[in-house]
Nanobody
Framework: VQLQASGGGSVQPGGPLRLSCASSERSFGTYTGGWFRQAPGKEREFVAAIHRGNSHTYYADSVKGRFTMSRDGAKNTLYLQMNSLKPDDTAVYYC??????????????????WGQGTLVTVSS
């Protein structure tokens, strides 16, 4: 399964950005999907996820209320809409996916498929 992340860039604090994660898998709309990020000098951390069954979404406390994860099954694409961006959101963002229901949707080690990462820089 190949994932292609895109949409990163430079934005001023308070601005929006939307990330996309596309796959060629026709059943991608039924996958568990996740977004993770890694800032310079820090470990990779969970950002958001969407359940494969009920499409319920989960968020890290640091982004709750600002970020929204969604999917478009027809386009085989996951999205991460990021609003009110802060300098602390600066990181490389990775999308991840799994065909199965995960015991811990926030655990990066449980996702077998990963995109290449897209850089988000929030700076004035």
């Amino acid at each position: 399964v190949q994932l292609q992340a895109s949409g990163g860039g430079s934005v001023q604090p308070g601005g929006p950005l939307r990330l996309s994660c596309a796959s060629s898998e026709r059943s991608f709309g039924t996958y568990t999907g996740g977004w993770f990020r890694q800032a310079p000098g820090k470990e990779r951390e969970f950002v958001a996820a969407i359940h494969r069954g009920n499409s319920h979404t989960y968020y890290a406390d640091s982004v709750k209320g600002r970020f929204t994860m969604s999917r478009d099954g027809a386009k085989n694409t996951l999205y991460l809409q990021m609003n009110s961006l802060k300098p602390d959101d600066t990181a490389v963002y990775y999308c991840a996916a799994s065909r199965t229901v995960l015991s811990s949707i926030r655990d990066a080690n449980q996702y077998p498929y990963w995109g290449q990462g897209t850089l988000v820089t929030v700076s004035s």
